[in-house]
T-cell receptor, first 113, second 115 residues
Framework: AQTVTQSQPEMSVQEAETVTLSCTYD???????LFWYKQPPSRQMILVIR??????QNATENRFSVNFQKAAKSFSLKISDSQLGDTAMYFC??????????FGAGTTVTVRA | EAQVTQNPRYLITVTGKKLTVTCSQN?????MSWYRQDPGLGLRQIYY???????DKGDVPEGYKVSRKEKRNFPLILESPSPNQTSLYFC??????????????FGPGTRLTVL
């Protein structure tokens, strides 16, 4: 079984500031993939960033970066220079080799002008 | 345009009336999956399919059926809907079974209300 836990239901950040979302997970697989998805008010699911478990280097996509701590089973997302368009719900997800994608409960991020 | 489509986008129905939510992808993806999204629970997998005629249960399969007769289509069937199946449903697909790191492409979602 695999589980994903997001302990922050809501977060608020001032425009241009930085916010970090936490995610912890559990899996018995040695090789797996971690994702952060963004769901804006339109409800569309948008991939933000992806991390392969066997890669030690943290993934980065423009203003989005992750802190992947494999031993601690932690996968946090940092949003730098927050913009109003970043307002959304963010989901952490885990996909192991059995092709099952498990999601956390989500964190609602509100960017204040 | 590469996309996953779902129909209908919104549906209000009554308990016990059979319904089907269609899902279609035009990317020739082998893997397809259905999720339901509920507040505080995130997205939970209902069923997935790794290829035509190959389906398997996810975390919450009770009350749902699926079929995969064609590669592009993966309908979700509720034989006898109940109010606890009121939810937001997403269909997703991804290329090539065996590449678990590949991104899943999501449909726009179907908001289902069962009265």
């Amino acid at each position: 079984a695999q589980t994903v836990t997001q302990s922050q239901p809501e977060m608020s950040v001032q425009e241009a500031e930085t916010v970090t979302l936490s995610c912890t997970y559990d899996t018995s697989e040695s090789n797996y993939y971690l994702f952060w998805y963004k769901q804006p008010p339109s409800r569309q699911m948008i991939l933000v960033i992806r991390q392969e478990a066997y890669k030690q280097q943290n993934a980065t996509e423009n203003r989005f970066s992750v802190n992947f701590q494999k031993a601690a089973k932690s996968f946090s997302l940092k949003i730098s220079d927050s913009q109003l368009g970043d307002t959304a719900m963010y989901f952490c997800a885990l996909r192991s080799n059995d092709y099952k994608l498990s999601f956390g409960a989500g964190t609602t991020v509100t960017v204040r002008a | 345009e590469a996309q996953v489509t779902q129909n209908p986008r919104y549906l209000i129905t009554v308990t016990g009336k059979k319904l089907t939510v269609t899902c279609s992808q035009n990317m020739n993806h082998e893997y397809m999956s259905w999720y339901r999204q509920d507040p505080g629970l995130g997205l939970r997998q209902i069923y997935y399919s790794m290829n035509v005629e190959v389906t398997d249960k996810g975390d919450v399969p009770e009350g749902y059926k699926v079929s995969r007769k064609e590669k592009r289509n993966f309908p979700l069937i509720l034989e006898s809907p109940s109010p606890n199946q009121t939810s937001l449903y997403f269909c997703a697909s991804s290329p090539e079974v065996g590449l678990a790191g590949r991104e899943q492409y999501f449909g726009p979602g179907t908001r289902l209300t069962v009265l």
